[in-house]
């Protein structure tokens, strides 16, 4: 699991039941992963990125591997470039999980035995409004919340249930954190659903720190991973957890986090102008 789930635009969470149609085979009960036959959804594997041991050719004839995809025009305009650079990736619907880059990374999830593993590679605030989020789709149950540290047998249940569900999806957790809230919506009546603040708030706040500190305005990347940052502190508290600072306050701490050494330097830059222009009676 990487360091930090990636989250999705907060503003695009919306109110529906949680669907009562998924197959039992996507969130089995199993704890060592899927039974050998099952195949998942097509994924796209880089063909530089398989696994040590993997057999393609073995694969291809048990049909867990789709048509190849050859280099984009984008990336090799010339037909004779792309002709002679062969597939790059191919279609895969084995069990193996890929991560976002397209890498076979790993087997499947042992649900039960790694869960406490993979919630130990976040930090306290980042596992409490990741598991805040697996609580608003019913997987703490009616009222059930995140405890203090993230750790309790009900937290550990539950992001047992998640890696279920990234191995029925057939991906690593940071691709499945996508796919559970695209798949998996808010349990109406149920839990609590966090509203986010409003998109054009954070954005603005956000790009007044920038200007303040260094200079410009943040990136689109910049104010996506500033929104994300706000919504988790939101459902954290939500559920218990440190209470969510005020906007201005969240964008200086991003700010300071993220971009500490080059809201530094910008910061001293700025103090000398003003000190020269005093000096010279300019200010």
Partial sequence: MSNTPVVPDPNAVTDISIPTDIAPSAISTSTKGLAADVKLPERQVNATGLMTGFDPVKASQDGLLTG??????????????????????????????????????????????????????????????????????????????????????????????????????????????????????????????????????????????FRQFMARDATPEEKAAFRQMAFKQKSAEAYGGAMAPNIGVAAQAYASNQFGPEAQATSAASLFDILDKKVKGLA
């Fill in 68 to 209: 190849p995809t050859n280099l984009s025009p984008s990336l090799a305009p010339s037909a004779r470039v792309r002709e002679l650079g062969g597939p790059v990736t191919f279609g895969y619907v084995g069990q193996n999980l890929i991560n976002s880059r397209g890498v076979m990374a790993r087997p499947q999830y042992d649900a039960s035995g790694e869960a406490y593993s993979e919630l130990a590679r976040l930090n306290t605030s980042d596992r409490l409004g990741f598991l805040s989020t697996l609580a608003t789709r019913g997987l703490y149950g009616k009222s059930g919340k995140p405890s203090a540290t993230g750790f309790d047998s009900s937290d550990i249940s539950a992001m047992s249930e998640f890696l279920r569900f990234a191995n029925s999806q057939g991906v690593t957790v940071d691709v499945a954190y996508n796919q559970f809230l695209a798949q998996i919506k808010p349990v109406q009546g149920t839990g609590k659903v966090v509203r986010p603040d409003a998109k054009q708030d954070l954005d603005s706040a956000v790009d007044s720190v």
